[in-house]
């Protein structure tokens, strides 16, 4: 009787269990093993599998740390004992047994769509679908969804009446890897909120379903260029936008007037980071005297986090345009070192320290909503800031302004924002694609911009907006996105990099030497990305 253990080779290595069956199983004080009846040189005849006990050894029954392939010759197999029928009933037993954990221990692997081919066909629904929605968690956009929805129910008599959502929000820093994670682990998500600079990733690592072959040329051109390209990865689609974006300076002019402060009108007239840093100390009120501001200066960005969208600014603006400083990354989407760890990128996070260490405009620990509750005079912002005072206080009850972005050496503010993403593990395509259709349409578009009032994607909904006008209220937003927005970088390595800037900036604000950061970031992050050398050749 002769073993082939883990170091077989040729046809014997295809024949073992490969760990996947139980290491023994006892019956009757006595371990059972998985035996073969095709040895290399045994009779054709004998090509069942059977079970056979494991001979006595020196130190007693052999248990063996693995299930073995025995190869056993015919006259062996002769002179077996006939077993006993209550012996055969034992190992009927174990077999299915053996069974039920080979089938327990497969992992069935989750379906990666590279083209049409692999799209589902949902045949009519038995009864009701959820969609499963992975969000940010924010009450304007999810307002804005739950309407969407109850549209999308109407359309063509009902023809998705029967589709609901259930949405899981989590914050802004923990999304990016939960929607990774949770495609790996076949969770099943139907959608997700993507940001812009993050789909390259998700189309690199396959964790979304591509849409290119799912919309025509005239829903394509619905959509502005910039946004289709920021959605897409190696000539693939793999979702449509939302809305687009732009940061400014929004104020609250009660503040700024009880102040005696005048903010520049228009982005060509925006302020200095230094002339800046002058009107947010005149604006920080510490009316009793105990060291914490009842009203801060500043907020620079939204919600709690220091992510990339408006904390890479200051990089950006303290290097000229074509610099490696404003790059923040070589062109190869993978080099790091000499780009966003420069000299100026480091003096100008050196000054985002000092808002909060030495100027004490801004809190060490960023509180929530800290604009929309009148605890801060200045934020730095998108627009979709309007939406939120508008539902906490009512149209027309915030008394707001808005000016040019401050800067260093050169205005900017980055562009892109959230796009619809449909994750390979839906089993309800259809479904999922024709939501994301809607949604995203102009019909759709127009019921997110009631709620969140931020820059529109849609060209058509955009011209039909009297706040963008030549005189609107938000009319800003539009001339600085054109005069000097710019995407955030653009890798399959951005939600590796939005981590580890996020990180470093978060130690710069509670004192952490800037330059050590960015340099100890740089160099994580060419060791996390070497995995996408050669992306964009």
């Known amino acids: 009787m002769s073993t082939l253990g883990r170091g077989a080779r040729g046809p014997a290595a295809n024949r073992r269990c490969q760990g996947l069956c139980p290491s023994s199983i006892h019956a009757h004080r006595r371990f059972w093993s998985w035996v073969t009846m095709t040895g290399l040189n045994a009779p054709r005849a004998l090509t069942t599998t059977r079970l056979v006990a494991a001979g ?20 062996i197999l002769q002179k077996r004992r006939i077993l006993s029928m209550k012996t055969w009933k034992v190992l009927a037993v174990l ?22 081919s692999m799209a589902m066909e949902d045949e009519g629904p038995s009864g009701p679908v959820t969609l499963k929605f992975l969000a940010l968690a924010d009450d304007d956009q999810l307002n804005a969804w739950r309407e969407i929805l109850a549209e999308f129910q109407q359309l063509n008599d009902g023809e998705y009446s029967y589709v609901e959502l259930e949405f899981e929000t989590i914050p802004f820093r923990e999304l990016f890897p939960k929607i990774e994670s949770s495609v790996a682990v076949g969770l099943p998500w139907d959608l997700f ?3 812009g600079p993050d789909m390259k990733h998700y189309g690199f690592n396959r964790v979304i379903w591509p849409l290119t072959d799912h919309f025509s040329d ?22 449509p936008p939302i809305m687009q974006s732009c940061s400014l300076l929004m104020y609250n002019k009660d503040f700024t007037d009880a102040a005696g402060i005048s903010p520049p009108v228009g982005i060509e007239n925006a302020w200095t980071m230094e002339e800046a840093v002058a009107a947010w100390q005149d604006t920080t009120v510490d009316e009793n005297g105990d060291g914490v501001p009842e009203v801060w200066g500043l907020r620079w960005g939204q919600g ?90 009512g149209e027309g009850n915030f008394n707001w302004g808005v000016s040019g972005i401050p800067y260093f050496k050169t205005p900017v503010c980055h562009t892109g924002s959230w796009h619809y993403g449909i994750s390979p593990n839906t089993q309800h395509f259809e479904e999922a694609l024709e939501f994301v259709r809607y949604a995203s ?26 706040e963008y006008s030549e005189d609107g209220n938000q009319r800003v937003w539009l001339d600085a996105m054109n005069s000097f927005g710019i995407p955030r970088i653009q890798t399959p390595g951005y939600t590796e990099y939005q981590q580890l800037f996020a990180e470093a900036a978060g130690n710069i604000v509670v004192g952490a030497d800037p330059k050590e950061q960015l340099s100890a970031a740089a160099r994580r992050l060419e060791g996390l990305v070497a995995k996408y050398t050669g992306w964009n050749n």
């Open 304 to 393: 709690t986090w220091t992510g990339d969208y408006e904390h890479g600014i200051f990089r950006r603006s303290n290097g000229e345009i074509g610099s490696a400083t404003y790059a923040g990354m070589g062109e190869d989407g993978v080099t790091f070192q000499g780009y966003l760890d420069t000299d100026e990128a480091a003096e100008a996070m050196q000054f985002y320290q000092d808002l909060h260490q030495t100027y004490k405009v801004s809190p060490v620990e960023a509180i929530p909503e800290i604009f929309e509750s009148r605890q801060a005079a200045f934020m730095v912002t998108p627009d979709n800031r309007i939406g939120a005072l508008n539902r906490i206080h």
């Open 193 to 195: 909120q993507a940001d």
């Open 95 to 116: 077999m299915l047994l053996c069974a039920a954990v080979l089938a327990a221990c497969t992992v069935a692997p989750v379906p990666m769509p590279a083209d049409d």
């Open 441 to 466: 349409s102009d019909a759709g578009a127009r019921i997110w911009y009631k709620h969140v009032r931020q820059l529109p994607a849609n060209i058509g909904l955009f011209n039909e907006l009297d």
């Open 218 to 239: 005239e829903e394509m051109a619905q959509w502005f260029p910039q946004s289709i390209e920021e959605g897409s990865f190696r000539d693939q689609f793999l979702g």
């Open 56 to 75: 006595p050894t020196r130190k007693g029954w052999q248990t063996g740390a693995h299930c073995r392939l025995v190869r056993v010759s015919p006259g």
